[in-house]
């Protein structure tokens, strides 16, 4: 089953920020869920997450305060990628850290 999901992935998916030429060899390790720092592997296996520069291993996975944010902006806005537009969450977020630097 692990390996099915695995190999569907390779098939349906582009993977942005691997090699593809690894998944000659190596399936790409399949995920079920995450908690804090650590990343459960389909298979029960847990990895330390520990790819420090993206998004929500910065402060854990599944933080409730995080969650509860995320919840609150998904009435309003739920994604917008910075590709010629803009919108008042972004500009909000950003000038709040400015100000912190």
Request: contains cysteine; charged residues 15%; hydrophobic residues 45%.
């Amino acid at each position: 089953m692990i390996a099915a999901l695995a190999e569907r992935s390779l098939r349906a998916v582009w993977h942005p920020c691997t090699q593809m030429k690894l998944h000659e060899n190596q399936l790409p390790t399949a995920i079920a869920r995450a908690q804090d720092p650590w990343l459960y592997g389909a298979d029960g296996t847990r990895y330390l997450h520990g790819i420090s520069s993206w998004w929500a291993n910065l402060f854990g996975h599944s933080h409730l305060h995080t969650k509860a944010a995320l919840a609150q902006q998904l009435e309003h806005l739920d994604h917008v990628m910075l590709t010629g537009v803009t919108h008042e969450p972004v500009v909000d977020l950003s000038e709040k850290l400015a100000h912190l630097t």
